[in-house]
């Protein structure tokens, strides 16, 4: 068990490029859980996988964003055409299925800088 | 409408005191609550949770009460020490729901 891994762990970008996030979950975890935080903020759901399938997207993410788990393992998150507000730590999460009383395993984040 | 509220940014207890951070929440469906804890730097961390058929929870120093009237819950650490500093954020789910909605935390701070 190696944890939940992110990649990269920081990015700068300049506002109006595109940028994209991985993230590798617990191999024996079939749900993959995207969020959002901003200083002084808990996490904010973005949208949530089981195994390939998305079964959940936020309302408040607009269409700029996307994610894929294409063979339900890693996942990327896309930001397209990034503005200011993006700004933010982009957090990963898993578990197993029945999530439960167990708790989420997050990654440690990537943080993005839109300039 | 934030479903879940922590109202106290920070909170500084003296080494070894017990420390206890409150949570509310509004939506009478959440069927469990959960405590993560994070350190700068990193993701959060799991801490303990509780499901609503209980009213408390005990792992080593920390308990989790739940008070389902009053829709309000806690979590409770003695002694503290100064490595629970640290930001504690409450969550909480509904069964079969796959997300988790958070709280915007508590800063504790743990003086030696």
């Known amino acids: 068990d190696t944890g939940v891994s992110q990649d990269p762990r920081h990015k700068i970008t300049k506002r109006g490029q595109n940028v994209t996030f991985r993230c590798d979950p617990i191999?024996?975890?079939?749900?993959l859980y995207w969020y959002r935080q901003t200083l002084g903020q808990g996490p904010e759901f973005l949208t949530y996988?089981?195994?390939?399938?998305?079964?959940?997207k936020s309302r408040l993410l607009s269409d700029r964003f996307s994610a894929e788990r294409p063979k339900g393992s890693f996942s990327t998150l896309e930001i397209q055409r990034t503005e200011q507000g993006d700004s933010a730590m982009y957090l990963c999460?898993?578990?197993?299925?029945?999530?439960?009383?167990?708790?989420?395993?997050f990654g440690s984040g990537t943080r993005l800088t839109v300039v | 409408d934030q479903q879940v509220k922590q109202n106290s940014p920070s909170l500084s207890v003296q080494e070894g005191r017990i420390s206890i951070l409150n949570c509310d929440y509004t939506?009478?469906?959440?069927?469990?609550f959960l405590w993560y804890k994070k350190y700068p730097a990193e993701g959060p961390t799991f801490l303990i949770s509780?499901?609503?058929?209980?009213d408390k929870n005990e792992d080593g120093r920390f308990t989790v009460f739940l008070n389902k009237s009053a829709k309000h819950l806690s979590l409770h650490i003695v002694p503290s020490q100064p490595g629970d500093s640290a930001v504690y954020f409450c969550?909480?789910?509904?069964?079969?729901?796959?997300?988790?909605?958070f709280g915007d935390g508590t800063t504790l701070t743990v003086k030696p």
């Open positions: 999460a898993s578990s197993r299925r029945n999530q439960g009383s167990y708790g989420y395993t």
């Open positions: 191999s024996e975890h079939n749900r």
């Open positions: 996988f089981q195994n390939e399938a998305q079964l959940e």
């Open positions: 939506n009478s469906m959440f069927d469990y």
């Open positions: 509780i499901s609503s058929i209980k």
């Open positions: 969550a909480a789910s509904a069964e079969g729901a796959g997300k988790s909605t």
